[in-house]
Every structure is written in structure tokens, then in C-alpha cells.
């Protein structure tokens, strides 16, 4: 995110799941001559660097002195963008972030101009142009696309110096929109936005996490927003998405020819009538696909048990790849491409389940929406967003007791969220960066806002049931079962599937690591691993020497033998500084822990935790401890409520937390009876 406003994005193609791009660069930047030129700094980045700044905090790396966007549009749609930026580096960290100008381009986005200096701290000049660009593609195993990059690598960019860069882009835009994204993870001294629209064009702006501001109007048809000594966002942990805490504006810009408006997004219905039209086509079967969508339901009668098949099929059998040229970010392979080729990235597979369905009888709705809670914001209407995935409509009269991820649409009707990319996510769920999210369906009348549910906590379930036995000597031995549903077995199952069956021992050995300091493990066994749309287990045997600490005729043992639930939640309060932002966490969720410890004979009870009680904005947690017959029983149940704990309840959030820590960190007292 750090290097986010430096990277200019003329799309946001919607793919997801690709595990890291890998850059292949045409030339290392260790060729390039440091050099003085005769093309000098600029003056607005000589002004900037002559800027008297006030003392920042010293583990500020560096202060953004000008981030500047020019956007000139023309009467035919092109846009020409003129970025420039001026960063002082503070401290030698601020090269990780600062240490290059990047910016992406493919065949309908030229780069025009590109240069970039360094202005040393004795006020030395080294300028940088066209040789000493270096161009270079992204490659992937799991994606292929057009884009390419330009890139120039500053130049003795060590503290005291100030970094800048100009360059100028002239694209032809699917839609007609800008964010400006004015904050950022340093200070910014000045941020400005210049907009030149034609005669007889409108726009709108809407601002978020920010005061309106009004533009200045230098001439006819101009118009300039600038902020001023902005502080910098801070990264914390568990925080919400970028776009829900930083200062942005997004402006959209509506020509006078009717015949553009299509480019214009005013509301969602428009982004949906856009968008249908774009993929009218995409869906149409071929005869092929035809013959495999019907053999799949063959024998089914029932509508729901229809849907699941079809789904199970283009989730299992469909292999993640994306090919993107041109409007690819936006446009999906037809339906009989996908099927042919057996691959496709997120909008090809929910085309393909789209198509198989509507030949079985049953209607969807493309569903477009974005892994990153918080970035889709009901008030800026815009196709950005980086996952396609389908609204399936459920027959009138069909049960939906067991579909946990069902919207109501007042025009649409029932709606099963499906995400056919998510290869773990049975259906009936739904992943949990898509939880209390945003979608946009998409339908013939236009685009449909809907509010995606967070699915309760009951759905989302870990019931780890042990028996152990504790020995004179304190050594304890036993076995675990934890029984999974929803959001946990999902995530371990991903897991364990991408973990070679050789190596899945050392899972376990890290997950009792978190809990026990002395263990061995004596036995592994998994449960419907690879049967998504049932519940997942784990059964594991261990042996933990020295398990009790001894006093002399005494013993102190924990009753939460294994299992944390608050340890890892409480660090995020203990950083150096208050947390400005709130915690967000992934999904509710209720987990129960019951364990019986048989006693080793001698010993009697002498001293019991007392039970817990707990509550908090988010979260509920209750414990309980007791012993009868020589075996000592514990229980606990922690249930998240809600997924996102505002900033004036963290207070709360961190006593409830304590609590729950104190509790799982208590022991029992045992007392030798006997000599």
C-alpha cells in the first residue's frame, strides 16, 4: 500500500488469488550511469525541495513535499494525465518505497514522458530520461497479461535528498472517473488535483474520510482541489482496508455527447447497464457445453441439489489461469472458451457456472465485488473492483435452510452468493473478505447494490474435544478431536490440501506449538479432507512431559491444555502508541473447548479458577472449572459477534481481551493427599 499513489493503475483488472507477481526485469538497474545532466531539476521540484519542514516523528522515513495529478480531457474521451511527486527521504528505510518510479502502461495507455532527479543534500542535480528507463512485462504461472512497466531507479536517493519524478500518460478510458488519493503512509506537505474538462462537460466529486473542499477556478473550465500538511496513515495491524481510513476524493466526469455517456457512471444502475453491456454476449453456450451441463444434473430433480452439482463441477474442475489483453481486466472469455479450455480467472468461471445453470433452468447475476473490505463505498458508484463472482437465484418454493449466504433482493429475489473461484468454499458460504461486504449485481435493467451478509457465528464452528491424563510426575498424555464448519474448516482444509502429505506432521507440531513448550506428537489423523461440503476433523495424540508444574506436595496445572483465543487479538494493544484505527477481524465465529483431565491418583483438588463471565462490543467468552470423580473438567465457549470493533470500543475490546488471557493462562492447584 506504501507505494500505491507512486504506481499509476489505469485499471484494476478483476482477477484474484495470484500468488505474487514475479518481475522479470529487461536490464538491471546497476547499469545506470549516475550522472549529472543538462537537463536540470524543474522548478517546482527545486521549490519543493527548498521547503522548511516542521520535526516529524523519528521513525518517519520520509515527507511527501508534492504529489500532483494534471488531468486534461478532450472532446473525443482521451485523457492526458500529468503525474509529478516530490519526496525528502529522512532515513535510509525510505529507499524500499521511494527508491524508484514506476508506472504501468499496455496498448491503449501510452507513456508519453517520463524523468525523474535527485537533488542531493549539497544541492547536486542528477537527472534521469529515456536511456535510463528500464521496461519490463509481469509474468506469473497463474496470470498473463499486456500491461507492462517503465521504471527508473533514482540515483543516490540516501537520506537528506529529495526524489521527483514527471510523466505523462494519454489514455482512452473505459469509464470516465479518477480517485485521488491524497494521503499516504508519510506526510504529505501538498497534494493537489488539476481537472481541465471541454466546454459544455460536467463533473461531480464525492469525498470520503475528508472534508469537502471546494476547487479554485483559474480559468474557464479548470478547476484545482489542493490539501494541505496531511499526517501520515498509520499501518497497523488488523486494520480496515486503506480506502476506509485514508482521505480520497473520486470524481467522474460526464461528456455533452449523449453518445459517451455510456462511459459515465452517475449511479450503480449505470456501472450495470455498462457492464451488461459489455458481457451480453459472453454467456451464450455452445453445444458442448450444453451436453456436460445436463449430463452433470442428470437424474437430479431437485433445484438446489441442480445448483450444487453445476458448482461443485466449474469449482473442482476449472483450473485458475487468467489471460488479459486489452479490456481483458474487465471482460470475461465467452462461456464456450472457458469450457473448452478447462481454465479461466474469476469473471471466465462465474461466465461458465453462469451459462451451465441457465441451461438446467436456473437464472444468475454476475456479482461484482472486491477481496478488500471497506474499498467499495456505496457513495462513489465505479466497476474497480478486483473479484467477479455470482448471485444465483433460488426457484420460488425451494428450501434454503442450509444456504447460509443468501440476500433477498427486492427485484431480484433470493439470491445464493457463490464465489466459484474460492475452491475450498462449500456452497452456502461464503469467504470471509466477502463477508459484510458490498456487491454489485448485474442485471438487464442496470447494477443492483447489495448488502453481503456476515454469516452468523453458529456457521462458523470449532468444537475441540480432548481427554487426557496427568501423571504423579506431571507429565500429561491424551488425544484431541476438533470438529470444524464454515470459515475454520475452510481455512484449515487450505491448508493441509496445500501442504505435501509428508510435511502435514510438522502443521500439527506448529499448531500444539502455540500452547504446549514440551510435546511429542504420537499419532495424526485427518477427516473428509477433501469433501468440501462437509464438516472437517483432526484427530492428534501427543505426550507433553513435565506438563505440571511441581511445588513441592503440589502441583499447578492449566485446564486449557491447547487452543488460544485471545493472545495473538490482545499484542495489537500492545504497541508503543494508542491504535488510531479500528480492529478488524475476518468472520464471527463461536468456538468450544471442553477437556477432561484424569487426576493421578494421591492427589486431591486444593484450589479451582473461578469461572469467567466475559462480554464486549464484539465478543462473548465463558469458562468454566470443576472436578468429580478424579477428573477435572473445563470448558469454554469464545463467540465473535461482530467483525469490526470501532475505535471509541478498543478500550473495552482490550479489557474483555485480559480477561480471556487470565483465564486460559490460570491453573488448578493439586495437593498430594498422601504421603
Not at 521513525?59 to 492526458?80: F, K, P, Y
Not at 512497466?149 to 533514482?154: G, S, T
Not at 479518477?178 to 503512509?185: H, L, R, S, V
Not at 459477534?641 to 493462562?665: C, G, I, M, N, S
Amino acid at each position: 500500500m506504501t507505494t500505491l499513489k507512486w504506481y499509476f493503475k489505469m485499471r484494476n483488472p478483476l482477477t484474484i488469488r495470484i500468488a505474487g507477481f514475479l518481475i522479470f526485469v529487461a536490464a538491471t538497474f546497476s547499469s545506470l550511469a549516475i550522472r549529472a545532466s543538462a537537463d536540470n531539476a524543474p522548478d517546482w521540484l527545486r521549490a519543493a525541495a527548498q521547503e522548511k519542514l516542521p520535526d516529524y516523528d523519528k521513525d518517519t522515513s520520509a515527507v511527501i513535499l508534492l504529489d500532483e495529478t494534471q488531468t486534461t480531457v478532450r472532446d473525443n474521451g482521451e485523457i492526458d494525465t500529468l503525474h509529478r511527486g516530490a519526496i525528502r527521504l529522512l532515513r535510509q528505510e525510505a529507499r524500499r518505497n521511494y527508491g524508484s518510479i514506476a508506472v504501468d502502461f499496455d496498448k491503449d495507455t501510452k507513456v508519453s514522458y517520463l524523468k525523474a532527479w535527485t537533488i542531493e543534500p549539497n544541492g547536486h542535480e542528477i537527472a534521469l530520461g529515456d536511456k535510463d528507463v528500464v521496461e519490463h512485462g509481469y509474468l506469473s504461472d497463474m496470470v498473463y497479461t499486456d500491461v507492462r512497466v517503465k521504471e527508473i531507479q533514482y540515483p543516490e536517493a540516501n537520506p537528506g535528498s529529495v526524489v521527483g519524478f514527471e510523466y505523462v500518460q494519454r489514455n482512452r478510458p473505459y469509464v470516465f472517473e479518477d480517485w485521488w488519493e491524497f494521503q499516504n503512509t508519510s506526510p504529505v506537505v501538498v497534494a493537489r488535483f488539476v481537472l481541465q474538462i471541454p466546454a459544455g462537460w460536467e463533473y461531480t466529486t464525492s469525498w470520503f474520510n475528508f472534508p469537502e473542499q471546494q476547487p479554485q477556478t483559474p480559468s474557464s473550465n479548470e478547476y484545482v482541489w489542493e490539501v494541505k500538511n496531511l499526517s501520515a496513515v498509520e499501518i497497523e495491524p488488523s486494520m480496515p482496508n486503506w480506502r476506509a481510513v485514508a482521505g480520497w476524493a473520486g470524481i467522474k466526469y460526464f461528456p455533452r455527447d449523449p453518445a459517451m455517456r455510456a462511459k459515465s457512471s452517475g449511479s450503480w444502475q449505470d456501472v450495470g447497464i455498462w457492464y451488461d453491456e459489455l458481457t451480453k454476449a459472453s454467456r451464450v453456450p455452445s453445444p458442448a457445453l450444453q451436453q456436460k451441463a445436463n449430463e452433470i444434473v442428470a437424474g437430479i430433480s431437485d433445484p438446489i441439489d441442480k445448483i450444487r452439482a453445476i458448482t461443485q463441477y466449474v469449482q473442482k474442475n476449472i483450473r485458475y489461469f487468467a489471460v488479459e489483453i486489452g479490456i481483458g481486466g474487465f471482460q470475461p472469455h465467452t462461456a464456450a472458451e472457458v469450457f473448452a479450455r478447462q481454465y479461466g480467472d474469476c469473471k471466465d468461471k462465474a461466465t461458465l457456472l453462469s451459462s451451465m445453470l441457465h441451461v438446467v433452468g436456473i437464472e444468475s447475476y454476475y456479482l461484482l465485488v472486491d477481496t478488500r473490505r471497506g474499498f467499495i463505498h456505496p457513495g462513489f458508484p465505479s466497476p474497480h473492483m478486483d473479484h467477479m463472482i455470482l448471485a444465483i437465484r433460488i426457484p420460488d418454493g425451494a428450501p434454503d435452510e442450509d444456504l447460509f449466504a443468501i440476500v433477498k433482493d427486492g427485484q431480484l429475489g433470493r439470491l445464493l452468493i457463490f464465489d466459484p473461484t474460492s475452491e475450498h468454499t462449500p456452497l452456502g458460504y461464503l469467504p470471509a473478505q466477502l463477508q459484510n461486504n458490498y456487491g454489485l449485481a448485474i442485471a438487464p435493467d442496470g447494477g443492483h447494490l447489495i448488502s453481503l451478509p456476515l454469516l452468523p457465528s453458529a456457521t462458523n464452528r470449532l468444537l475441540r474435544i480432548a481427554q487426557f491424563n496427568l501423571s504423579a510426575a506431571g507429565d500429561l498424555s491424551g488425544q484431541v478431536r476438533e470438529t470444524e464448519w464454515g470459515g475454520p474448516a475452510i481455512a484449515e482444509r487450505q491448508e493441509f490440501l496445500d501442504t505435501q502429505p509428508a510435511k502435514r506432521a510438522d502443521l500439527f507440531d506448529h499448531m500444539l506449538a502455540y500452547s504446549l513448550n514440551n510435546f511429542t506428537l504420537t499419532g495424526a489423523t485427518l477427516q473428509n479432507l477433501e469433501q468440501y461440503d462437509k464438516y472437517f476433523a483432526l484427530e492428534y495424540k501427543f505426550v507433553s512431559p513435565g506438563y505440571a508444574n511441581a511445588a513441592g506436595d503440589l502441583l499447578f496445572v492449566r485446564p486449557r491444555v491447547v487452543g488460544d483465543k485471545g493472545s495473538s487479538t490482545l499484542r495489537l494493544f500492545t504497541q508503543q502508541k494508542p491504535r488510531k484505527y479500528p480492529i478488524q477481524f475476518e468472520e464471527a465465529t463461536r468456538q468450544d473447548d471442553v477437556f477432561d483431565i484424569t487426576l493421578p491418583s494421591g492427589y486431591i483438588v486444593d484450589g479451582l479458577p473461578k469461572p469467567v463471565n466475559a462480554e464486549c462490543a464484539y465478543a462473548t467468552y465463558k469458562s468454566e472449572t470443576s472436578v468429580a470423580d478424579g477428573v477435572l473438567h473445563y470448558k469454554r465457549t469464545f463467540e465473535i459477534k461482530d467483525v469490526t470493533v470501532p475505535t471509541e470500543k478498543l478500550a473495552e475490546v482490550r479489557d474483555f481481551l485480559q480477561q480471556v488471557v487470565a483465564d486460559q493462562q490460570s491453573s488448578v492447584v493439586l495437593k498430594r493427599a498422601t504421603p
